[in-house]
Structures are given as C-alpha cells and as structure tokens.
C-alpha cells in the first residue's frame, strides 16, 4: 500500500516534516532553507541535472550525497544542507558551470556566493546551439514536453558539445513558438523577438507568423499558438483571437467584472 503517513527527520539540526513523496528541496523551500538549484522548475519533473542542490543525508551509520531535487526522505534521516563537504561539491560544480558559461550573470553571482573566482582549473568551451550561454539544465526541453505538450526541442551531440536543439538544427513543425522555453531559461540562453509580422527565435532556428488581435490589431502570438488553443478549447472560440486586455474589456458580466 501507498505510504499516507508525514515523514519526520532532521534538516540541519531542526526536525521537519515531509509530505509523503515530497522531496528534501520541497521541504527546505518551505522551511525557508536555501537549496541552490538550476534545473529545477515546479511546472515540470525534477531531472537532476545541475547537480547543484546536492546535500548530505545520514542514515544510520551510512552517509551519503543526493540531490535535493529528486531525493524523498525517509524517517529518520539527517540531512545537512550546506556542511563542508556539502559547499566543497557545490564549488567543483559552479567551476565546471563557470567554465562553460563565464558571461552568465547568475552563474558568476552563485560562484561569488561560494567563493569560486573565474580563474577555473577547467578549460573553457564554446558550445553550439543556446550558445556558451547554456548550462544543460534541460529545463527548456521538459517545458516544451510537460506542459505544452509539444517535444519540439531536445538534446543533441555528447559530453562538451552536448547541446539543445531542435531535430537536425532546423525548424520544426512541433513548435508553436509560444516563448515557454525562453521563459524558463535560467540563464537567458534562448532569445525570442517579434519582428516584421513574425516570432523569431533564433537559438532554434525558428521564425514564423504572428496573428492580429481582433479587437486592436496587435499582434500578440503566433498563428500556431491560436491553432492549438483553438483546438484545445473549441468552445471559446469567439474569444481566441483577441488579446487579453481586449478579451478583459469584451467580456465582462453584468457588474463589470472580467470574464475570462
Ligand atoms: S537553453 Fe536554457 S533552459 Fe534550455 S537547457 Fe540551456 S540553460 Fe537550460
Ligand atoms: S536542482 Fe537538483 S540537480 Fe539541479
């Protein structure tokens, strides 16, 4: 049977209480305890890739490092957010992040917090696709899947030139270009621009029309995002084609509050 019952352990020195499958970060999160993590979003599954929030768990005599993110604990457990092994782990990892991507502010600022300067002993690679700007966190590419439901972006190439992209670096058919990747990018790796009638997202080689709103005429998503919305919610259709401050003033009830 499905375990029901709250877990209770130890989280740097003070108990607390787990939801049935709620993981250590969760916890800290709500105790108010800072996790450092890069590639975890709560729209999407955790993946563990950053490796950032790693943290120490006691069990018994038994020690061992997880990562935060993913890791549910059990009764019983000692977890240490931020001991000394802890911190040194988190230093070998903002190095290899420093390395990668030296421009992004957020990494440079999480290195200073750790005490890690740019002078890393890890030489220093370009990569391809979201530039030297991206740290794999994958983020993008759960974003896409999870919640929009699309798959339009994915992994390509191995170790260093490990990259996103989308199938053959070209533009696909998948992406609606509705900009959910480039909200979730944690380093502004991916750009998007509406220009000349059209979304350009040039990270994943894609351009394509946007539509007018009704009401005002300015265009406000593209012509695939109305597509999928249209065929999402067939019963609102009427309404699709408008943008939100136009949807907010057209319907309202009778006291003059919006709608939708
Ligand atoms: S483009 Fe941004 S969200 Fe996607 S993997 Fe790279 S850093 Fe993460
Ligand atoms: S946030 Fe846990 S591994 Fe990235």
Same mark, same amino acid.
């Given at each position: 049977? +499905?375990?029901?019952?709250?877990?209770?352990?130890?989280?740097?020195? #003070?108990?607390?209480?787990?939801?049935?499958? *709620?993981?250590?970060?969760?916890?800290?999160?709500?105790?108010?305890?800072?996790?450092?993590?890069?590639?975890? &979003?709560?729209?999407?599954?955790?993946?563990?890739?950053?490796? %950032?929030?790693?943290?120490?768990?006691?069990?018994? +005599?038994?020690?061992?490092?997880?990562?935060?993110?993913?890791?549910?604990?059990?009764?019983?457990?000692?977890?240490?957010?931020?001991?000394?092994?802890?911190?040194?782990?988190?230093?070998?990892? %903002?190095?290899?992040?420093?390395?990668?991507?030296?421009?992004?502010? %957020?990494?440079?600022?999480?290195?200073?917090?750790? !005490?890690?300067?740019?002078?890393?002993?890890?030489?220093?690679?370009?990569?391809?696709?979201?530039?030297?700007?991206?740290?794999?966190? !994958?983020?993008?590419?759960?974003?896409?899947?999870?919640?929009?439901?699309? &798959?339009?972006?994915?992994?390509?190439?191995?170790?260093?030139?490990?990259?996103?992209?989308?199938?053959?670096?070209?533009?696909?058919?998948?992406?609606?270009?509705?900009?959910?990747?480039?909200?979730?990018?944690?380093?502004?790796?991916? &750009?998007?621009?509406?220009?000349?009638?059209?979304?350009?997202?040039?990270?994943?080689?894609?351009?394509?029309?946007?539509?007018?709103?009704?009401?005002?005429?300015? *265009?406000?998503?593209?012509?695939?995002?109305?597509?999928?919305?249209? &065929?999402?919610?067939?019963?609102?259709?009427?309404?699709?084609?408008?943008?939100?401050?136009?949807? #907010?003033?057209?319907?309202?009830?009778?006291?003059?509050?919006? %709608?939708?």
């Amino acid at each position: 049977m +499905k375990e029901t019952k709250n877990i209770i352990f130890t989280l740097d020195g #003070r108990e607390a209480e787990a939801r049935p499958d *709620e993981t250590v970060l969760s916890v800290a999160k709500r105790l108010g305890v800072d996790i450092p993590a890069l590639c975890h &979003h709560q729209a999407v599954t955790s993946y563990g890739a950053c490796r %950032l929030c790693v943290v120490e768990v006691k069990k018994g +005599k038994r020690t061992r490092i997880v990562t935060a993110c993913i890791y549910i604990p059990a009764d019983g457990d000692v977890v240490e957010t931020g001991n000394e092994r802890v911190n040194k782990l988190r230093r070998i990892i %903002l190095e290899l992040l420093l390395a990668r991507c030296p421009e992004v502010d %957020l990494i440079r600022s999480l290195a200073g917090q750790y !005490g890690v300067d740019a002078s890393s002993r890890f030489r220093v690679s370009g990569s391809a696709g979201a530039g030297e700007r991206c740290i794999i966190c !994958g983020l993008c590419v759960r974003v896409c899947a999870e919640v929009m439901g699309q &798959h339009a972006i994915g992994y390509a190439n191995r170790g260093g030139k490990r990259m996103i992209a989308t199938p053959f670096e070209t533009q696909t058919e998948d992406c609606i270009g509705c900009g959910a990747c480039v909200f979730v990018c944690p380093t502004n790796a991916l &750009h998007l621009e509406d220009i000349g009638g059209k979304r350009v997202m040039k990270e994943l080689y894609t351009s394509m029309p946007m539509m007018k709103c009704t009401g005002c005429g300015r *265009e406000f998503a593209t012509e695939k995002q109305i597509e999928k919305v249209r &065929h999402c919610l067939p019963a609102a259709h009427d309404k699709i084609a408008m943008c939100p401050s136009c949807r #907010r003033a057209a319907f309202r009830d009778a006291a003059g509050q919006a %709608l939708i």
